[in-house]
Nanobody, 115 residues
Framework: QVQLVESGGGLVQAGGSLRLSCTAS????????MGWYRQAPGKQRELVAT???????TYADSVKGRFTISRDNAKNTVTLQMNSLKPEDTAVYFC?????????WGQGTQITVSS
């Protein structure tokens, strides 16, 4: 089992920045790709960014150039730096970690961007 604990959510004005962190514990040896997803009210959960153990990254088109995902394998953490935030970035953000057998999810943290 893998446990994921997120931190760093909150309220910010449009154009501002926030940083999300996620720390994994438990069977961390099994983790490969980690990432962040988000779910806005009334919408499906969508991918924001992912990162491999070798630091290869992917981003949703909507966040490219504004968000940066990073990973510290020694500390079992994945971080999402979010700049130039927009009201449409408002959502619950979930940390995700994948093993060969299943996906793990954090509890989610609310990001609200006011206009």
């Amino acid at each position: 089992q893998v446990q994921l604990v997120e931190s760093g959510g909150g309220l910010v004005q449009a154009g501002g920045s926030l940083r999300l962190s996620c720390t994994a514990s438990g069977s961390i040896f099994s983790i490969s790709v980690m990432g962040w997803y988000r779910q806005a009210p009334g919408k499906q959960r969508e991918l924001v960014a992912t990162i491999t153990p070798g630091a290869r990254t992917t981003y949703a088109d909507s966040v490219k150039g504004r968000f940066t995902i990073s990973r510290d394998n020694a500390k079992n953490t994945v971080t999402l730096q979010m700049n130039s935030l927009k009201p449409e970035d408002t959502a619950v953000y979930f940390c995700n970690a994948n093993s060969a057998w299943r996906a793990y999810w954090g509890q989610g943290t609310q990001i609200t961007v006011s206009s």
